[in-house]
């Protein structure tokens, strides 16, 4: 990877401290698979691993953008990687929110999956094609037993390190297999899963490379039991009360009383406003506040992915 005391029945998200994990900056692949195994022999997770998925976040271009990453130097956290990888835990106590377990976050550790998705993934935001991310779940004991890395990937031409690589030896596959990380990785969209059912999930906890899916729910994953909605093109939801609020945290999402929600071509014209449900908007002022709010947020994500972009080359 690189840039361009809690256990499964508690009925509360704790904090569990990080230094208990192993962690090797820019090997997030090695460190999930070291988390996992961790989260199961410490009793946090089932001893088998199998309330526990790694997802692996890329895209066709190897530039997908998350917030609150450690290895960000923008106040927001967010960053370009060129891929990623973490871990859900499902709670067997369905009044339990999922968790997140992301190494490289500077969200809690670890983390509602709702809390995660709004501020990490971001799925209100209007991402152009180049930047849309997908997502390949994996169950964890299936990846536990098939994933290898030699590291070759974290070498360049001359066969110099880009990135100190961790002390301990080489993840090597039970069946022998010394390095399939790329495989992993390598996502396209004709591999992305078209219609989601049930075969779905059955494959996540029988095929080696799991599912690869192009949106990525809020509160849940196919892997628990159901799958996310999305827009395509360019979207800013707006939360409307007193306020107009861009783009609103989970928090704000909490109070809100309406959602609206605009989409914008390329150039800033509107294409269609959306609003499932909820108290009418009586007032065009309100609804012309949102469009406006929308451009503007737009716009300031675009500058950020272009900061970001420009940090990457900086570092390369």
């Not at 009925?11 to 208990?20: A, C, F, K, L």
């Not at 995660?116 to 990846?143: C, D, K, N």
Request: hydrophobic share 40%.
């Amino acid at each position: 990877m690189s840039t361009s005391n809690l256990d499964s029945s508690s009925s509360v998200t704790e904090s569990v401290d990080i230094p208990r994990f192993h962690h090797t900056p820019f090997y997030c692949e090695e460190n999930v698979y070291l988390l996992c195994k961790k989260l199961a022999a410490d009793g946090i997770a089932r001893s088998d691993g199998s309330d526990l998925f790694v997802i692996f976040i890329s895209n066709e271009n190897k530039q997908i953008p998350l917030w609150h990453q450690k290895a960000s130097h923008r106040a927001d956290g967010v960053i370009l990687w060129d891929y990623h990888a973490i871990c859900i835990q499902k709670r067997k106590d369905s009044n339990l929110p999922h968790l997140v377990w992301d190494l490289d976050s500077k969200l809690p550790f670890p983390s509602p999956l709702s809390t995660y998705v709004s501020e990490t993934i971001r799925p209100s935001f209007q991402l152009f094609s180049e930047f849309q991310r997908f997502f390949r779940i994996v169950h964890a004991p299936i990846f536990l037993r098939s994933f290898a890395s030699d590291r070759r990937h974290m070498k360049d031409t001359a066969g110099n390190w880009l990135h100190p690589p961790p002390s301990y030896e080489v993840i090597v596959a039970e069946d022998g297999a010394v390095h399939n990380l790329n495989e992993y990785m390598e996502m396209t969209s004709a591999d992305v899963v078209k219609s989601i059912g049930e075969d779905t999930k059955d494959n996540v906890y029988a095929q080696r490379l799991g599912v690869l899916l192009l949106f990525f729910a809020r509160d849940t994953t196919i892997a628990l039991g159901a799958v996310a909605s999305g827009n395509g093109s360019a979207l800013a939801k707006i939360g409307c009360t007193n306020y107009n609020l861009t783009d609103p945290s989970a928090e704000e999402e909490s109070i809100v009383e309406t959602f609206l929600t605009i989409v914008l071509d390329s150039s800033f014209q509107l294409v269609s406003p959306s609003k499932p449900g909820g108290p009418g908007l009586a007032q065009t002022s309100a609804i012309k506040d949102c469009v406006a709010l929308t451009r503007q947020r737009v716009k300031e994500l675009r500058k950020t992915l272009n900061e970001a972009i420009s940090d990457m080359e900086m570092e390369q």
